[in-house]
Every structure is written in C-alpha cells, then in structure tokens.
C-alpha cells in the first residue's frame, strides 16, 4: 500500500511541474539557453529551460551593478519550456548582468551571471518623398519616418530653401509626430524659382534629414501654370483643365467649337454640326481655351496633339485618387490628363477609364466630326468623333 501511495504522489509532481523528476539532481543542475535581443527599450529575452529536476519558481534578476545590490526581479512563465521576457526602463548604451535564480521545496540556486549592452539613442531616420503638384506658389512633398532612434519623434515635416540643404532653421512644416509617412502641403513660393526640400524628423539627440530633393515653380500666363516639356514646338501646356483648379480635376465640358457649358450634349443642339468651319486655335468665338482664360491661351491643334503623343513618354497612374495619364516630355517635366470620360445626351461616360480632349481641328472629310485626343490605360491616339459630344479642354500657349 506505501508503494502504491508514493507512486501517485510522484506522477502528481510531474504532472505539476511538467519536467523529468529526479528528486536527488541538484538543483543546480538545470540548463537555461538564451538570447538577448537589446538594440531597443525593451530588451527581450527569450530561451529554453531543461530541468532535470522538481522546481517550484525561475526568477530573473537583472542590474546595472555586477553585485545586484539594485536589482530587478522578473518571474519567469514556462510554455512548453520556452519563455521570453520584456525588460523596460533600461538605459541607452549601459551594460546589464542578469542571472536565473532557481526554486524548489527545500532549496535554491543561482545559475552563472550573464551580461548584454543596450544600444545607444540616435537621430532618427526619414526619407524624403517625391515632389507633386507643383505651381506658382506651391507644391506638396512629405515624408516617412521609418526609426525613431530609440526616442520618441517630437516634430516631423519638410524644410526648404533656394539653397541646397535646407534645414529647420529655413521655412519648414510641422506634420504632427512619430514615426510613418507623412504629407506636407508647401506654400509661399515664388513663380519660376528653384527650391530644394528635405524631409526632417526631431527626437531629443537632434534633428535628422532625408534625401534632397529638387523642383521648380511654373510660370503663369494669365493667372494660369503652365509648363515646358521640352517639345521640339516649344510649345507651353497648362496644368490644368479649363475649369478645373487643380491638374486632377476634370474641369468643363464643350461640344465641339463652343466656350460654354450645357446640360444636353448632342448633334441636334450642336452649334458647329454640319458647318463648315475651319481650324479656329486661338479664335475666341469658337476657342473654349481663349475664351475663357485669355491672353495667349488657345486649344491645341491636331498637329500639336499629335507632338504630344509622339515626344513624351505616357505612364497611366493615378494622382490624388484620380486615374488619368502623366505625361514626361523629353525634358523630364510633366502634366497629368485625367480620365474624364465624355459627355452624351444627360449622361457621362467613360469616367475613370478613358481621356477625351478637343483639338481646334475639324477633320478633313465632312463637317459633323472634329479631332480629339482619345487614351486609355493602354492605348493614346489623336482621332475624330462626333462635334456635339462634351469634352474638356486642355489650353496651350506658343
């Protein structure tokens, strides 16, 4: 019967403890495997514990001072033998000893002192994101704070100059704090002027910068941006649709030779449907361009439609949640069509999906079509359709 009672005894302290049950291994004798992950606050540290023998408590101390006259105490939780422990309030660049100190009924023991250093704090890290919608006066960049440095970002923005590597003592943003992406709107700039711009993010070792990046405001003909994209014509396009006020927005929509807007868009109400009308760029009865903007503003012809779509390279994207064409000259700079879909009746098509835009010319055979700028995800060609259909217009200048 003694027998028999001991044996259930024994099978319940394994079941409890979960290790092999040697009551006469020291104690002394477990095996603890770890590792010290410490390149930030919290340190982490994680392992493996063999215990050949009944224990009742693991516990980690840990201090600054290699006799543990300050020290911390962690309890360690086994899950399958494995365990790992956060460690905070540590200090940057400073060694740490720490040590397993081990329970069982009757007696303890303390396992060999090991140590790890914690990295020091540093400026944090950010990159500089691309420059977009650029005008006279304005433009938009940003950020991302991809590290901290070990302390929290205080500030984050952008810094500019008309010298390179600006920095916050120059004209900055301030886009809230942290680390991530961020966006900065910038203003105050002047027409036809070269900027340089650096993202920058502060924690309390200093102030980090990103990449430099580089841009130049447009010039404006009549209160309208326009740019070069180094066509072999020299030709200025506007950043802009007649109507819209910024290069994403869709704009106006004109039937075919006229300068103002209309509910209905058909061939029946279509004030150039069947007459006999020649090219008209720059004409203001019939130019919606340089009707409504003035100055040298005038609808492209099918010719300078046509330089477009063979000079520049077409990459369809999408810009402020709008799908639409940018659109490089040889000179590296560019516009942005959106897709505006057109105009039919009450209704609008292709949204989203296709481009349409008016040239000045009339095509050559029969007066109820005229050339218009037609594109696509994949596909861009300056072809005819139908005059009383609504279209946006894109202006040019010489």
């Keep these: 019967m003694k027998k028999i009672i001991f044996f259930i005894t024994a099978m319940c302290l394994f079941a409890m403890h979960g290790c092999q049950k040697d009551i ?53 939780e086994l899950s399958d033998k494995a365990f790992s422990i956060l460690v905070n309030e540590l200090n940057f660049n400073t060694t740490y000893y720490y040590k397993y100190v081990v329970y069982n009924a009757v007696d303890m023991a303390e396992l060999d002192t090991k140590s790890f250093t914690t990295m020091d704090s540093t400026l944090a890290s950010v990159r500089t994101a691309e420059v977009s919608s650029i005008t006279t006066n304005s433009a938009v960049c940003g950020g991302n704070v991809t590290s901290d440095g070990y302390l929290s970002v205080t500030a984050r923005g952008v810094c500019w100059s008309t010298s390179p590597n600006p920095t916050i003592t120059d004209n900055k943003t301030t886009d809230g704090s942290g680390t991530g992406s961020f966006t900065s709107n910038i203003t105050g700039l002047t027409a036809n002027t070269t900027y340089y711009v650096r993202a920058y993010a502060t924690n309390n070792i200093g102030t980090a910068y990103g990449e430099e990046k580089s841009f130049t405001t447009l010039l404006s003909i009549n209160g309208y941006d326009w740019v070069d994209l180094g066509l072999p014509s ?64 005038r609808m492209p012809t099918k010719a300078e439609m046509e330089e477009l779509r063979d000079n520049c390279t077409w990459t369809w994207t999408s810009q402020n949640g709008v799908n639409g064409m940018r659109v490089t000259g040889p000179n590296g700079n560019s516009i942005f069509l959106p897709a505006t879909g057109y105009c039919l009746g009450l209704s609008r098509y292709g949204v989203g999906e296709r481009g349409y835009y008016w040239s000045s010319t009339p095509f050559e055979s029969g007066t109820s079509n005229a050339y218009n700028l037609d594109f696509s995800s994949g596909y861009r060609n300056v072809y005819w359709d139908n005059r009383g259909y609504g279209r946006p217009v894109r202006p040019v200048s010489d």
């Design 234 to 297: 020299g030709l200025k396009w506007a950043t802009c649709n007649v109507g819209a006020t910024t290069p994403e927005g869709y704009g106006n929509f004109y039937a075919w030779g006229e300068t103002t807007t209309k509910r209905l868009y058909d061939q029946s109400n279509s004030v150039t449907y069947n007459q006999e009308i020649s090219d008209f760029s720059g004409n203001v009865t019939y130019d919606a361009a340089r009707a409504n903007w003035g100055s040298t503003w």
């Design 24 to 76: 006469e291994a020291p104690i002394n004798d477990i095996i603890i495997t770890d590792q010290v992950e410490a390149a930030a606050r919290p340190a982490i540290i994680s392992g493996t514990v063999e215990c050949p023998v009944s224990i009742t408590k693991i516990e980690l101390w840990i201090d600054s001072d290699e006799n543990f006259s300050n020290h911390t105490v962690h309890d360690i």
